[in-house]
């Protein structure tokens, strides 16, 4: 399996411009999350999907943050409008909560500089 | 809400060393435990899974330990070698789906 796939693997764009990650979950899974790293405040659940429909996205920082799941093997999460702050890198993982033990695997993420 | 811990932030051994990383967290009532490894400028890998009803993990040189009461975990490295060089995260898993991180431990194995 390839595991967990995410595009573009580093990103670089201006404030203002819109950025739009991608992920591709392991085939099978029927769960998929995004994450957030930062020095301040470490991994961060983003919002996550089952069965491609958004069950929480508490964690979504605010309104210029959206993700979507159109079908089981592709989900994006797109900022509009980039701001500095949001320079991280953001992770996608998936995992199968159909059975246990609900082990989520990490895709290798996508550094993302806003400046 | 759920707050994961991590004890040394940092932590620098002699190759060789057997050496013990710290994770505490503040509801019990968790699903599941996992570490993982981060190499710099890596994604995480997943290194053990302890689910709520079990008390202890290995694989290879790992060991992990779970004492859900205490909400305390451990994760126990047998005779380090450089290569063990990483950040070391702890993360809880307290329903089917919300997992969180504690900060991690940056492990430094001297040759």
């Known amino acids: 399996d390839a595991g967990v796939i995410q595009s573009p693997r580093h990103e670089v764009t201006e404030m203002g411009q819109e950025v739009t990650l991608r992920c591709k979950p392991i085939s099978g899974h029927n769960s998929l999350f995004w994450y957030r790293q930062t020095m301040m405040r470490g991994l961060e659940l983003l919002i996550y999907f089952n069965n491609n429909v958004p069950i929480d996205d508490s964690g979504m920082p605010e309104d210029r943050f959206s993700a979507k799941m159109p079908n089981a093997s592709f989900s994006t999460l797109k900022i509009q409008p980039s701001e500095p702050r949001d320079s991280a890198v953001y992770f996608c993982?998936?995992?199968?909560?159909?059975?246990?033990?609900?082990?989520?695997?990490f895709g290798p993420g996508t550094r993302l500089t806003v400046t | 809400k759920q707050e994961v811990t991590q004890i040394p932030a940092a932590l620098s051994v002699p190759e060789g060393e057997n050496l013990v990383l710290n994770c505490s967290f503040t509801?019990?009532?968790?699903?599941?435990l996992q570490w993982f490894r981060q190499d710099p400028g890596k994604g995480l890998t997943s290194l053990l899974l302890?689910?709520?009803?079990?008390r202890e993990q290995t694989s290879g040189r790992l060991n992990a330990s779970l004492d859900k009461s205490s909400g305390r975990s451990t994760l126990y490295i047998a005779a380090s070698q450089p290569g063990d060089s990483a950040t070391y995260l702890c993360?809880?898993?307290?329903?089917?789906?919300?997992?969180?991180f504690g900060t991690g431990t940056r492990l430094t194995v001297i040759p």
């Open positions: 509801d019990s009532a968790i699903y599941n």
């Open positions: 993982a998936s995992s199968s909560y159909s059975g246990a033990p609900y082990e989520q695997y």
């Open positions: 993360a809880v898993q307290t329903g089917a789906n919300n997992l969180f």
């Open positions: 302890i689910q709520s009803s079990q």
